[in-house]
């Protein structure tokens, strides 16, 4: 039985990351919805940055397939979906198709939230390879930085795979 499994649809390195800081952890890296998912204690899903209203949807049919609901779901998803970034800069990250994307991954989390099952939303600025200092926003405060890097990022996934950190809640991660 898999304690975590991680779902980079992405293909990053966010969930080999992840990975190596739950040592200890069974740990299930794929990067498409299978049969892990149906054991799984805690479901990490880095989602798309495009389709992820589309396939919410397989992940649900993989959660309605188990016997009993995961512990947690932290999904990774996009920061502006909130309107906690002004619209030119999501234009600036995602070009004309920036509330397109907002309104895919809003639809993705209400899904989430409406599964009933203790979550985290962590709504992060695109990715980078290096290294970035890391800031925290609660739901409902800007998210000012521009950036992440992989590696902090992984941090903040890690400590939401706990099921009594950020319970509940969706949190902008930046690099300021």
């Known amino acids: 039985m898999a304690t975590l499994t991680v779902i980079d649809e992405q293909r990053s390195r966010l969930g080999t990351l992840v990975a190596a800081k739950l ?18 204690r805690v479901i990490v899903w880095v989602a798309p940055v495009e389709r992820a209203d589309d396939r919410v949807f397989e992940l649900i049919d993989q959660i309605d397939a188990r016997a009993a609901a995961p512990e947690k779901i932290v999904m990774v998803t996009l920061a502006g979906i ?10 600036l990250w995602y070009g004309d198709a920036a509330q397109e994307l907002m309104l895919a991954h809003q ?59 950020f319970r509940n809640q969706s949190i902008g991660v930046s690099d300021q």
């Open 23 to 40: 040592p200890s952890t069974e740990v299930v890296l794929t990067d498409r919805f299978d049969t892990t998912l149906q054991t799984a």
């Open 82 to 91: 909130n309107g906690e970034v002004p619209d030119e800069q999501l234009t």
């Open 107 to 165: 639809y993705a989390t209400k899904m989430i939230d409406e599964l009933e099952i203790d979550y985290t939303l962590i709504r992060r600025v695109p990715l980078v390879d290096e290294e970035t200092p890391v800031q925290v926003t609660n739901e409902g405060q800007p998210v000012m930085g521009t950036r992440i890097g992989m590696q902090a990022l992984s941090e903040i996934v890690v400590q939401a795979c706990d099921p009594t950190v």
